[in-house]
């Protein structure tokens, strides 16, 4: 079993990979990883030369979710889970992330993607309820990866823009 820190930055290192594809595929100003640190915990440089600080989260619906779907659980079923619940979730998320990067001597902007974890709620949910969702101006961008419904590909959209 990995620890702690492993498994975090595991998870990390894989939402990074989402992002950068998903952006260099999308967009102009194509991104490359330039160090793994901790506050960011990423910082990308552009094809202009712009850095580019990156902070990760991930987004359970709540702590057993996270252990069955990490392997860590010997539950096989979870109870109810609501879309609203999840939006709630995600707000208190980019709250408490928002709080993090006030805390950063950055000399460069501060981006936040957030991977979606959910078998349940995809993309698309959380577009419906767009306007519920917390949008912390902190951040230069706040990407939001994530599998909708049958469609096995990463979807991403900036939450600021939406």
């Known amino acids: 079993m990995k620890n702690h820190n492993e498994e975090k930055f595991a998870l990390e290192n894989a939402a990074i990979e989402i992002f950068i594809n998903l952006h260099n595929c999308n967009h102009n100003g194509q991104y490359e990883l ?3 640190r901790e506050s960011p915990d990423f910082v990308l440089r552009n094809s202009e030369g712009e850095l580019l600080g990156i902070e ?3 987004l359970f619906y709540d702590f057993e979710e ?3 779907l990490l392997g860590r659980s010997s539950n096989n079923t979870h109870g109810l889970e ?3 619940e999840l939006i709630n979730i995600l707000n208190n998320l980019l709250k ?9 001597e950055g000399i460069y902007p501060i981006a936040l993607v957030i991977r979606n974890a959910s078998p349940i709620f995809g993309m698309s949910d ?3 309820d767009k306007e519920l969702i917390y949008k912390p101006i902190i951040y230069k961008s706040v990407w939001f990866v994530s ?5 096995n590909d990463w979807l991403m959209k900036d939450i600021l823009k939406i």
């Open 147 to 151: 599998k909708d419904g049958n469609y």
């Open 96 to 104: 408490q992330k928002e709080k993090k990067v006030l805390k950063y």
């Open 66 to 68: 996270a252990k069955m």
């Open 56 to 58: 990760v989260a991930h």
């Open 82 to 84: 609501m879309n609203n």
């Open 126 to 128: 959380f577009i419906r």
């Open 34 to 36: 330039i160090e793994r």
